[in-house]
Every structure is written in structure tokens, then in C-alpha cells.
């Protein structure tokens, strides 16, 4: 048939055998150094085809095989026959379904850890065939990748939210950022940032308004080409996101290789988060390397109000999930937000306000290291907690499980709270504290506070400002209490 790959026709009686004995004289020709043998059979009892058919639909099932390391056979059957046939549905269709809509973008919202507002959203590709009924990516991605055509899915689905997003906007509905997932394959068939840049350009949406996803799969194209594309998407103006972090083997490498602007823990963290606390653990140190390395997190897969506690703990600065949205049509979108049910959409000016407040590290506040406290000092992890003033009122909005606990003690919060975006305290704001927060004007610049009295407590503590909101010009402090006063 060309190079290693021979055809056989030949009658169906003791086929196997014949197999058996073709493997075995195989296993010792050439001095034992020879490769297995892949075998498709296609029996015209299936069904009666041409010749080539025949043998095209033989090829199939060895090319299954592919990477075995013993000579195998397998037979054409009706499992093999359907998916040949959903691989050319596919194939034949995937132009029209574009053209009449039949692909389209479901969108699913990401809910930012310390407002609960809806900060971001993914684009994912549907296809809603006439025929066949809802087709999901899973089984239309691969086929597309296989037959050298995702990169136009992609792009496509870049113009429907490109367009999408105007139609919003000129609804004067608020607008995210929304983030479209690339293939690694996108970077060897087309130049898939420029691409991109140009179809941005052509459009009336602001560049920060469209990231990319990539797959940690890209670390098995050549690293340097990677890193030049993520370099050129960032010139351009995308972020640069890393999605399904943790679900592959290259995982550590790949944040000390390239670029990335915020990495998503694969949905496996979430699904094997009540398995074990080895995976609380996990989660919490690798939440913590990223923020150390100057990245955003998000948690994809959130199901449950355990895991959104843990993760706003923790730290993490974005969670994406059922428990908060499901992935939906535009359409459906404009029906919830027009009822005013729903999620509420933060505004895009606040963006670097939250984004401030989600990267500050709590599990090992930053203060100075150089100066010692006098008395009873706390050993292990300082409380430590970000609070929003907003004029006579304190909202907590991080925390970490120390702050929780002292908090709990003094009975500021309760444990239902917990858990919850902008915890607002039980009681009255102590107008000392509200008065040394407003002192701390400089931003980023530790405040040594010695004996402030807080509930019968005399404390010292560090504060300094992350933070100013400039649409509601609330400000956010970072509050470490270094120790409690006899
Ligand atoms: P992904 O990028 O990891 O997308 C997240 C997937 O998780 C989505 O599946 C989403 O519906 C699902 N999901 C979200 N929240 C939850 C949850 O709480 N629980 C569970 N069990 N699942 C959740 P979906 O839409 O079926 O997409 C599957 C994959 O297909 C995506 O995984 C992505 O890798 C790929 N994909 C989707 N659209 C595109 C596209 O336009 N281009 C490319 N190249 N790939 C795409
Ligand atoms: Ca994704
Ligand atoms: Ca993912």
C-alpha cells in the first residue's frame, strides 16, 4: 500500500491462525530486532464494499494499534464502524455547521474569590446539529484536530464572541473579559497570533477583553517557538492564560518555561478534593507558589460550598464551576440577566482593584522581617486578613485560618459566613481601627500599630493599604496581627 504498510486478501477460515504464525516467524527475523505488527481486518460479511473501502476501513483498526509494543489484530466491527462514521459526519459537515450556526459559543461565567462577582467568562464551542442533536466538544475536537481544520473551529469561535461581545455591549449590558481556548495544534497550522490580533483589530472590543487558554500539551511543541508566541500574544495585548494545569507531567516545568498570566487547576484537583486531605494540602502549596510566582489562579470544576470555602482560604483568585454557573447561549444569558436573577457582573474598572486584593499572599504575609515584638508572639501562621472601608463599615474580604479563628473567638463573624465574598462583621466597627486604617495613606507601606484595644484585646498590628476602588472609592488594607498583649 506505500512504505511499511501491505494489504492482505485472503479468505476468512482460520484467519487467526494464519495471524499467530506470521507473528511468531516475525519475532525472530532480522535477529530478534524487528517491530509488532498492527492488523485490521475488515470481513466483507459487515458489509459488501468496494476494495478500496475495504481497505481504507482495514486501516482504521491497525492504525488503532498504533503504539503497541506486540503484534496485535482486531476485526471491523460496529463499535469501529460508528465512530468512522462520526468521524466523516464531521468532517463532511464541520463548514455548513459553521455557516449556519450551528456551532456556537456557550459561555460559562468565573466567579472572582473575593466579591462573588462574575469577573470573567469561558467561551466554549457547541454544536447543535439538526441530525444528530447536541454534540459535545469532546467528540468533535479531536476529529477536527485529527484532520489538520481545528484552528478554523477556533477562530470561528473567537468572531461569534467578538460579535457576541458587541451586541452586548451595545445593549449597554456589562461586558468581561472572555477567554477562548486554543488547540496546540493551532500554532503549527496557521500563525495563529496574528490570526487572532487581526480579527481583534477588525472588531470594536478592546484587546484585554479576549484571552487565550492554552493546554499544557504545548510543552511537547519546541519550547522556544511557545515562549515567542505567548511573548507575541502578550505584545499584542492578551493575557495568556494556562488551562487543565496538573493533568499532564510536564507541569512544574512548564511555569518556570513560559510566560503564563494566571493558571487554572485542572478539574481533577476538585473531583479528588474529599478523597483525601493530602489534596488540601497539594492544592494550598501549589495556590501558593502561584501567587509567589506573580500568578492568578483559577479552580475549574467547583461543585460544592466546601470547596468554594477551602479555595477563598486558600487563596485562590478566581473558581469556575456548577456551583456558581453552567456553561449557556447567549440567548439564555440576556433571559437570566434581563429578569435580574442571576450573578452580578463586576464592573471592568474594578478589575485591578480585586485583582490587588486576590494576589496579596496570606499564607506568609510579607511584613518586616527585621522588627521583634515584646510580647506572647504567635508562632506558625500570623492571622492575617483584607478588609474593605467603605466609609463608617469594615467588610472582611480574605482571610486566612488563623484570622478565621480569632475572628470566630471574638465573636466578630460566624461560621456560617465563612465562605462567603464580603463577610460584613456582627458588630459595630471600632471607630480606633477605622481611624488607624485611614491613617495608612501611603499604598504597599507596612504600618507598625502598637496596642490598639480591640474587643478587650490590646494588640500590635501591621496594616498597609493594597488598594483603592475607583468606582466606589472603597479602599482595601491588609491587616496582619502580630501579636496579643498581656
Ligand atoms: P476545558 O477548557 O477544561 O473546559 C471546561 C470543561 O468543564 C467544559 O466542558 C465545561 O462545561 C466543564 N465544566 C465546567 N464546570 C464544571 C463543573 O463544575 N463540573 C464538571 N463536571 N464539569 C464542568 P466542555 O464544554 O464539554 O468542554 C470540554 C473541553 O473541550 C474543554 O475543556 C476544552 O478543552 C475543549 N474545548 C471547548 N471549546 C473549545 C474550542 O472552542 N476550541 C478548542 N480548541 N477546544 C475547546
Ligand atoms: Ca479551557
Ligand atoms: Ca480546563
Known sequence: MGQDHFAVFTDMESVEDKLHNIFEDIKVANEGKTLPVHVGIYSMAFEDVTASSACDRAKIVSDKEKGAYVSKFAYYDENTHAAATHFEYVINNFEKAMAEGWIRPYYQQLIRSVNGLVCDEEALARWIDPVRGLIPPDHFIYVLEDAKLIHKLDLFILECVLRDLEDVRDKDYPIVPVSINLSKYDFELCDIVEEIAKRVKASTIPTNFITIEITESVSSLDSDFVATQIRRFHEAGFQVWMDDFGSGYSSLNILQ??????????????????????????????????????????????????????????????????????????????????????????????????????????????????????????????????????????????????????????????????????????????????????????????????????????????????????????????????????
Open 257 to 486: 518555561k513560559f510566560d503564563f498570566d494566571l493558571i487554572k487547576f485542572d478539574m481533577k484537583f476538585m473531583r479528588e478534593f474529599d478523597l483525601s486531605k493530602k489534596n488540601h494540602v497539594i492544592i494550598r502549596e501549589l495556590i501558593q507558589m502561584a501567587t509567589k510566582l506573580g500568578l492568578d489562579t483559577v479552580a475549574e470544576g467547583v461543585e460544592t460550598i466546601e470547596q468554594v470555602k477551602f479555595l477563598r482560604e486558600v487563596g485562590c483568585s478566581k473558581l469556575q464551576g456548577f456551583y456558581f454557573a453552567k456553561p449557556i447561549p447567549l440567548d439564555e444569558w440576556y433571559a437570566i440577566y434581563g429578569a435580574k436573577v442571576g450573578n452580578k457582573i463586576e464592573n471592568y474598572e474594578e478589575n485591578d482593584y480585586y485583582a490587588a486584593v486576590s494576589r496579596t499572599n496570606m499564607v506568609e504575609p510579607l511584613v518586616n522581617k527585621d522588627y521583634t515584638w515584646k510580647a506572647n508572639e504567635f508562632f506558625g501562621q500570623l492571622p492575617t486578613g483584607i478588609l474593605e472601608v467603605s466609609g463608617k463599615d469594615i467588610y472582611i474580604m480574605r482571610y486566612n485560618r488563623t484570622m478565621a479563628d480569632f475572628l470566630l473567638r471574638v465573636n466578630y463573624i460566624d461560621e456560617v459566613d465563612l465562605g462567603h465574598e464580603l463577610i460584613k462583621q456582627k458588630q459595630t466597627p471600632i471607630e480606633e481601627l477605622i481611624q488607624v486604617l485611614n491613617s495608612c495613606s501611603t499604598y504597599n507601606k507596612w504600618e507598625i500599630i502598637e496596642n490598639i484595644v480591640i474587643d478587650k484585646l490590646n494588640m500590635n498590628l501591621f496594616i498597609r493599604k493594597i488598594s483603592t476602588n475607583p468606582v466606589t472609592g472603597n479602599e482595601a488594607f491588609e491587616l496582619v496581627i502580630v501579636s496579643i498583649n498581656d
